[in-house]
């Protein structure tokens, strides 16, 4: 059973460009949550997918968007990308009719700002 | 309103002297409490969860968390710390409302494992 997976692992981009980043959910789970870790500091929550809607947001600019596939997978796209965007973005998965349902989270995928 | 304060940013132990790793929260619903951990440039990894069942709940690797509802507590402890759990430990809340989940994080406890 796959865990959580997203692509890619590691990603440079330049300032001005946009950015494409995906995730797989752990099977089983209908809810997606995007999380941006800056180096040394804790996931801040972007937005949260569920039923190919977004549900929730944080506290992010509209720079930063996304979908979801009925297939529950999900994009986060970034547009005119800042230096201060360089994190490890983690995506989150879990089963929106499950109280007790866990977040999994995948491996992250490195964005450097150059 | 939902919070959750992790009262250490950075613990240091010796290797196999118990761990200690407090967290307090506050929710308006019946939350469920998680602890995680992540290790360098990695995603988190789930360690144990607290969803109203037994107050005493064990998780991977030996940890273990005392869901303490009149302290509103969640503190993460295992008896003997190895090497290998030196990482960041972060205690989360999260509570289902109205089709809404609300994930709340700490802002995280450096551990460190000292030989």
């Known amino acids: 059973d796959a865990g959580v997976t997203q692509s890619p692992t590691h990603l440079i981009k330049t300032r001005g460009q946009q950015v494409t980043l995906r995730c797989s959910p752990k099977?089983?789970?209908?809810?997606v949550s995007w999380y941006q870790q800056a180096l040394g500091q804790g996931p801040q929550f972007i937005f949260q997918?569920?039923?190919?809607?977004?549900?929730q947001r944080g506290n992010f600019p509209d720079r930063f968007s996304g979908h979801q596939f009925p297939n529950y997978s999900s994009e986060l796209n970034v547009n005119a990308l800042l230096l201060g965007d360089s994190a490890l973005y983690l995506c989150a998965s879990s089963f929106m009719g499950s109280a007790n349902s866990p977040l999994h989270f995948g491996n992250g995928t490195r964005l450097t700002v150059t | 309103a939902q919070s959750v304060t992790q009262l250490d940013s950075h613990v240091s132990v010796s290797e196999g002297t118990p761990v200690l790793l407090r967290c307090n929260y506050s929710?308006?619903?019946?939350?469920?409490l998680f602890w995680y951990v992540q290790h360098p440039n990695k995603g988190l990894q789930l360690l144990l969860k607290?969803?109203?069942?037994?107050?005493l709940v064990k998780g991977i690797n030996g940890f273990e968390a005392e869901f303490k509802k009149s302290e509103t507590s969640f503190h993460l402890t295992k008896p003997s710390a190895h090497m290998s759990d030196a990482a960041e430990y972060f205690c989360v809340v999260r509570a289902n409302s109205g089709g809404y989940q609300k994930v709340t994080f700490g802002i995280g406890t450096k551990l460190q494992v000292i030989p």
């Open positions: 607290y969803t109203s069942a037994a107050t």
């Open positions: 099977s089983g789970h209908d809810t």
């Open positions: 929710s308006s619903y019946s939350p469920s």
């Open positions: 997918y569920y039923e190919e809607e977004e549900r």
